[in-house]
């Protein structure tokens, strides 16, 4: 059975703990950036790749909706679902989850492929390509979930 | 939110804009692309609302005489132009619409030299800090919401707010 990608498990550190005495909000970006950086070894495009200093990746968007708080000395998991794959850039949605189990946040980001030459957005090689393909036909079979695409309104 | 509660960081409103204080780009928010990490812009839209939240009432004080907090419910950034050390940058805070228990505010993260380097759109929510629930607003707070949004409603919306996520084929 397919299952979206787990990253390894996060702790918070204490200077990300705000005045409300929870997780800040800015942080909760750091820890999906890093589910991001692992789940992109899957296709080719961790340090390895991006170390040789000719390509990389750079964030386009990203938007964080915020389910539940955080407190310190929780630990949490960062899943990955591709969504959309083009020959540039690619869309993918993830979930922080509680090692209680419970969903804290969800994420949802457009990740470009950067030739540092320019910098400028770059076609991907065809293996990393095959690879970001052969992901999104497998996390395919995979419900997208409902808030993905919404747009951003207050409820009245 | 982190709400700085230094009377001094005050806001003033440029070519329709109501802009914050300078911020800098700290030397370990730079990752392996050597410029800023697309984290940190968020600690800059959070640190660069402060003016704004102050602005509403939204301070250390509301939340210590009030039992009431604001807490962010959506976040979105939108990533243009690649920050590095050394860069200042401001931050707008515009509101979009006010309901009766959050509210709708889009900010652009502004280059000293006059480029938009970031934007982002939120959706902040008002909480009893207590109960840990959304609770409406106080009369005073929705009263000073919506005397910002009528001010705010006299600029241009930008044209991003709203859109839906994805990728060019």
């Known amino acids: 059975m397919t299952e979206p990608y787990l990253s390894p498990p996060m702790e918070l550190q204490p200077d990300w703990i705000d005045q409300n005495g929870h997780l800040n909000m800015a942080y909760y970006g750091v820890l999906f950036d890093m589910g991001v950086d692992e789940a992109a070894r899957m296709f080719g495009l961790g340090w390895d790749y991006?170390?040789?200093?000719?390509?990389?990746?750079?964030?386009?968007?990203?938007?964080?909706r915020y389910v539940r708080e955080l407190h310190l000395g929780s630990t949490v998991r960062a899943s990955f679902r591709l969504l959309d794959v083009g020959p540039k850039a690619y869309h993918f949605c993830q979930e922080l989850i509680h090692s209680?189990?419970?969903?804290?946040?969800t994420g949802e980001g457009i990740s470009l492929h950067i030739d540092q030459s320019g910098p400028k957005v770059a076609p991907y090689p065809a293996e990393v390509k095959a690879k970001l393909?052969?992901?999104l036909a497998q996390h395919a079979a995979l419900p997208v979930p409902d808030w993905v695409g919404a747009p951003m309104r207050i409820r009245k | 939110m982190t709400h700085d509660p230094q009377p001094s960081l005050t806001g003033e409103v440029i070519e329709n804009r109501y802009l914050g204080v300078e911020m800098e780009i700290r030397p370990e928010w730079i990752d392996f692309n050597g410029h800023l990490n697309m984290a940190y812009y968020g600690v800059l839209f959070d640190t660069g609302s402060n003016h704004g939240f102050r602005a509403l009432g939204f301070g250390a004080d509301y939340r210590e005489s009030h039992g009431?907090?604001?807490?962010?419910?959506?976040?979105r950034i939108r990533y243009l132009r690649e920050l590095h050390l050394g860069d200042v940058v401001r931050?707008?805070?515009?509101?979009?619409k006010v309901g009766t228990r959050a509210f709708h505010y889009c900010q652009e993260l502004i280059h000293r030299d006059g480029w938009i380097s970031a934007t982002a759109e939120t959706v902040?929510?008002?909480v009893d800090m207590?109960?840990?629930?959304?609770?409406?607003?106080?009369?005073?707070?929705?009263?000073?919401?919506?005397a910002?949004?009528?001010?705010?409603?006299?600029?241009?919306?930008p044209d991003w707010v709203g859109l839906p996520l994805g990728v060019r084929s």
Request: proline share 3%; aromatic share 12%.
């Open chain 1, 50 to 64: 991006t170390s040789k200093g000719t390509h990389t990746t750079y964030s386009a968007e990203f938007r964080i």
């Open chain 1, 133 to 135: 393909d052969e992901v």
């Open chain 2, 91 to 96: 931050c707008s805070f515009r509101v979009v």
């Open chain 2, 130 to 146: 207590k109960a840990r629930r959304v609770a409406p607003y106080t009369e005073a707070r929705k009263l000073a919401l919506q």
């Open chain 1, 100 to 105: 209680e189990g419970w969903v804290a946040a």
């Open chain 2, 148 to 157: 910002m949004a009528a001010e705010h409603a006299k600029w241009p919306l």
């Open chain 2, 68 to 75: 009431f907090t604001t807490m962010t419910a959506d976040f």
């Open chain 2, 124 to 126: 902040n929510l008002h």
